[in-house]
């Protein structure tokens, strides 16, 4: 192995000094029962030639096809400098931050982050980043619990509108926690929350969760929502599409009061869709909630010089000091995600981001128009959107979109399975990167499986 | 030299109870227990009207470098709390027996008074564990 920087002289030699015969010796209080061993089952290890083959194979299996998928993760273009800074040494290396003299750059960095990213929120206070959107849902749902003392409830309520994954990462993360997740539906041709449903609801809740913009891309209405839960003495949770926020109001601004904590998926500002990941997790809350908020803080103070310093702060949250008592387990932060989601804020400022966000919404417009003027092709709902809308297809999508794939375009998300009351329907998403001679491919390609379809060429 | 006070009386875990001769106590840490603590800045106290038990947690003082449980050490129903930590929690290190007390307690089982210990039994227990 290579790059180990011991040679076996080293080894010996250090195993001489502590008095041991081999370095077997000193895992011997692990039960030998307990031992990995050999781990057969592994295939051999290949040489960096062989696997940069394998891996430049992979990254070609999507390579080329235009996408049009959302659905929480979406296809940005990501300016040549982000990276060129982010993949400094400094930045793309640097370890944690917990030794404040060892870690100024790591720690300024992470409190312009936190500065930028409650800015577009407009909200008081941010952490330094959890690992995605869907567990900082679960985490604020757990904070919205423990922090409400003015209901004491263990009951969130959950629009049916929020990512299906995220309702899952949330049930699997607080199901055993004794907290209840009501899923409540959302109205047929606007595909949002209708207020005056809930006029009905009893009992205390701990928090009602607000997506902004929803699964299906349509805007809730947040003020109504938000004056109809602190009315009831719930807290509210946003969870909404950073770049979004740049164009529609604000969690900060939302209803009378504001949304009380916020979260959301930060892959939009400046992160490939690496398939899946890594990407990071935003969170914001009102300064009166600080102590709650789980994760990483960087604050700013003065050393005992008086110079501007930074640091990472209010602790006693996490778990190295709090133990079982803490937010959360969590004691880490996606550092080279929220580097280049600064790098990438910095740079386009908050007149970028709205000219991209505006830039998206035109596109998905654009490609709405033409999607349902062919035959058979229709919007869903009515309603304002941004930059996802759902389109139903005469044929189910599965197989509209294994016909657009064979012509080289990702067509969309299909909705059946979380949402099979709506049939052949699926969600399509246009950013800014897509030119109008995109759209054209992609009317045309639908144009041509519609037009083959068994079931619509009689 | 810590100041153990001769009128109060004292918990194992380093609170203090000072009777208020109307049927409620005054609770608040040590001395002992503020400096060892260190520079307090954060104080969660209990919601007035909730019910304590003795032994159980009640409070958390938070320093510098640790958060800590405060133990009840009496069961009763909180009548008071002290509002002015919450903007000076360094009260608990200047003066954790007068402006620094944390609770005021209603007592429903005023037996517990006689399990705790005086000032001398308390002394000796902080010498004790310094050792």
Same mark, same amino acid.
């Given at each position: 192995m290579?790059?180990?920087?011991?040679?076996?002289?080293?080894?010996?030699?250090?195993?001489?000094?502590? !008095?041991?015969?081999?370095?077997? +010796?000193?895992?011997?209080? @692990?039960?030998?029962?307990?031992? &990995? !061993?050999?781990? =057969?089952?592994?295939?051999?290890?290949? !040489? $960096?030639?062989?696997?940069?083959?394998?891996?430049?194979?992979?990254?070609?299996?999507?390579?080329? &096809?235009?996408?049009?998928? !959302?659905?929480? +993760?979406?296809?940005?273009?990501?300016?040549? #400098? #982000?990276?060129? @800074?982010?993949?400094? *040494?400094?930045?793309?290396?640097?370890?944690?931050? /917990?030794? &404040? $003299?060892?870690?100024? *750059?790591?720690?300024?960095?992470?409190?312009? /982050?936190?500065?930028? @990213?409650? *800015?577009?929120?407009?909200?008081?206070? =941010?952490? +330094?980043?959890? /690992?995605? *959107? +869907?567990?900082?849902?679960a985490e604020e749902v757990l904070m919205a619990v423990r922090a409400n003392r003015a209901t004491k409830s263990r009951r969130i309520l959950m629009p049916r509108t929020v990512h299906p994954n995220y309702h899952k990462v949330v049930d699997t993360i607080v199901r055993h926690q004794g907290i209840t997740v009501e899923v409540r539906d959302y109205q047929g041709d606007s595909a949002c929350i209708e207020v005056a449903e809930w006029q009905d609801e009893a009992g205390d809740l701990a928090a009602v969760v607000i997506p902004f913009p929803n699964f299906f891309g349509a805007l809730e209405d947040v003020d109504a929502l938000v004056n109809w839960a602190h009315a009831r003495r719930a807290l509210v949770i946003a969870v909404v599409n950073p770049l979004a926020m740049s164009l529609l109001k604000p969690p900060g601004q939302w209803g009378d009061n504001g949304a009380d904590i916020v979260c959301g998926e930060g892959q939009p500002l400046g992160i490939p869709l690496s398939s899946g990941g890594p990407y990071f997790g935003f969170m914001c809350c009102r300064q009166a909630l600080v102590r709650q908020m789980p994760g990483r803080i960087a604050g700013q103070t003065v050393d005992l010089e008086g110079r501007t310093g930074y640091t990472l702060t209010l602790q006693a949250r996490e778990q190295h000091i709090r133990r079982s008592k803490a937010t959360s387990n969590i004691c880490t932060n996606q550092g080279l995600m929220v580097t280049t989601a600064t790098i990438y804020m910095a740079l386009q400022g908050h007149a970028g981001l709205q000219s991209i966000a505006a830039a998206c919404h035109a596109n998905t417009r654009a490609l709405l128009a033409q999607l349902s003027a062919i035959e058979g092709v229709r919007a869903v709902f009515t309603g304002p959107y941004f930059h996802e809308v759902v389109i139903c297809l005469p044929v189910p999508a599965t197989e509209v979109l294994a016909g657009l794939a064979a012509q080289g375009v990702l067509g969309g998300y299909d909705l059946r399975s979380d949402y099979p009351e709506l049939g052949n329907a699926m969600l399509v998403c246009a950013t800014e990167i897509c030119s109008s001679a995109d759209l054209d491919t992609y009317a045309q390609a639908l144009q041509r499986v519609l037009q083959a379809h068994p079931a619509l060429s009689s | 030299m810590n100041k153990v006070p001769s009128g109060l009386k004292y918990s194992k875990t380093h609170e203090w109870v000072e009777a208020q001769g109307d049927g409620t106590v005054r609770v608040g840490i040590s001395d002992h227990a503020q400096e060892l603590l260190g520079d307090m800045v954060f104080v969660e106290l209990p919601e007035v009207g909730s019910k304590v038990s003795a032994g159980e947690e009640c409070a958390v003082v938070e320093s510098v470098k640790a958060a800590s449980d405060v133990y009840s050490p009496v069961s009763g129903e909180v009548v008071a709390v002290n509002e002015s930590l919450v903007d000076n929690p360094e009260k608990v290190n200047q003066a954790p027996y007068g402006d620094g007390w944390l609770m005021t307690v209603r007592l429903t089982q005023p037996d517990e008074l006689a399990a705790l210990m005086d000032a001398d039994n308390y002394s000796a227990l902080v010498e004790a564990e310094a050792h």
């Open positions: 290579p790059f180990i920087p011991h040679t076996e002289d080293e080894l010996r030699a250090m195993l001489a000094v502590i !008095g041991v015969d081999g370095v077997e +010796a000193l895992f011997d209080e @692990i039960p030998a029962d307990l031992k &990995a !061993g050999e781990m =057969a089952a592994l295939p051999a290890g290949v !040489g $960096e030639a062989a696997l940069s083959r394998l891996m430049s194979v992979r990254a070609q299996q999507d390579s080329g &096809a235009l996408c049009f998928i !959302g659905a929480g +993760a979406y296809q940005h273009h990501i300016p040549a #400098v #982000v990276w060129d @800074i982010a993949s400094r *040494g400094e930045y793309y290396t640097a370890y944690t931050p /917990y030794q &404040a $003299e060892a870690s100024q *750059g790591t720690l300024q960095l992470l409190y312009e /982050y936190q500065t930028m @990213i409650a *800015g577009l929120m407009d909200m008081e206070v =941010a952490n +330094a980043s959890l /690992y995605d *959107g +869907a567990s900082s849902l | -």
